[in-house]
């Protein structure tokens, strides 16, 4: 029996939920529940891939820079994306390594620093709307915005924050180096944070930028790279709703993939939150994927047998 390989998408505030400190023993601890879940899949022999959300992390070394700039010289967008990939990759893979010691199973765990390559003219780049970093009232973040160069705009009344671009991955690097350890049972934890954002200069050179990637649609381009059949997006709701937080508020268990489109070009799905994952979850689909499962943390067993989540899938 050929063993199946699944991607995992895990999002980052299950390391560091809102309204905590975010110290490093706090995300150790909620890495160490989280893996509790992912020893659900090697319970059952899966290969594994596994890509991870920086918000918070890459929140607080912008708030450091901030913090510091005038003793240390701040550090660009895409160089904290790597340090937070190295830093939250050496979290879970010491936890997944004592995971396995416990389980006494015998495999292998590596992070890998993973850049990817954007397209340079993607529209977001001139058109900035992804919210990182701080809140500021509206002179301190005009202010800031002068001094280093920023785009900043303001996200609620009276809070600014700074806006980066967020392009679609186009090529996810290293990917036969990831394809051939997981293949061998090797767990891979692989671009964290969406990816490092590159692009190639004109003379074919890569060229870091002050942008983020989604890492849920990384983690459905790097899946369709490893050919896995499964692509698992961990988040904090058990399941997917329609008309999510109003008083018609319905669970759905399972989707086609052309429902999901049609309900996604319906704006049936927040555009902030569930939407990408949605539309991470029809791209994987498009082409070798055979499943979807959108789920929480404590519900992954369940989903496994079946039992929680909802499952978007090919029409048969």
């Not at 008309?243 to 268990?253: H, L, M, V």
Request: net charge negative; hydrophobic share 35%; proline share 5%.
């Amino acid at each position: 029996m050929s063993t199946r390989t699944a991607m995992i998408a895990m999002g980052g505030n299950s390391l560091s939920p809102k309204g905590e400190a975010g110290t490093i023993s706090q995300q150790f601890a909620h890495t160490r529940e989280t893996l509790d879940g992912i020893g659900h899949f090697i319970d059952r022999g899966y290969n594994l891939c596994i890509n991870h959300g920086n918000g918070p992390q890459v929140g607080n070394e912008l708030l450091r820079m901030d913090l510091t700039h005038d003793k240390v010289p701040p550090l660009p967008l895409g160089v904290c994306v790597a340090g937070t990939q190295g830093s939250i990759g050496y979290m879970i893979q010491q936890s997944l390594q004592n995971k396995l010691r416990d389980m006494n199973v015998d495999r292998e765990v590596v992070t890998l620093v993973t850049q990817v390559i954007v397209d340079e003219n993607d529209p977001s780049i001139k058109a900035p709307s992804k919210y990182i970093g701080a809140r500021y009232d509206e002179e301190e973040g005009k202010s800031l915005a002068k001094k280093f160069g920023w785009s900043i705009k303001e996200q609620e009344p009276g809070q600014w924050r700074r806006v980066v671009p967020s392009p679609m991955p186009e090529y996810i690097m290293h990917g036969k180096s990831i394809k051939t350890l997981v293949d061998r049972g090797t767990i891979v934890i692989a671009s964290g944070g969406g990816g490092i954002p590159v692009y190639n200069d004109p003379m074919g050179h890569l060229e870091g930028l002050d942008a983020v990637i989604d890492k849920d649609y990384a983690a459905a381009k790097l899946g369709r790279i490893l050919r896995a059949e499964e692509l698992w997006i961990i988040t904090d709701v058990e399941n997917v709703y329609r008309n999510y937080g109003r008083d018609n508020q319905e669970s759905i268990r399972s989707l086609t993939r052309s429902e999901a489109k049609e309900l996604y070009t319906k704006d049936e799905f927040q555009q902030g939150s569930i939407g990408p994952k949605i539309k991470a979850a029809m791209h994987f689909l498009k082409y070798h994927g055979e499943k979807v499962m959108i789920t929480s943390i404590p519900c992954i067993k369940d989903a496994l047998d079946g039992n929680a989540g909802t499952e978007i899938r090919n029409e048969i």
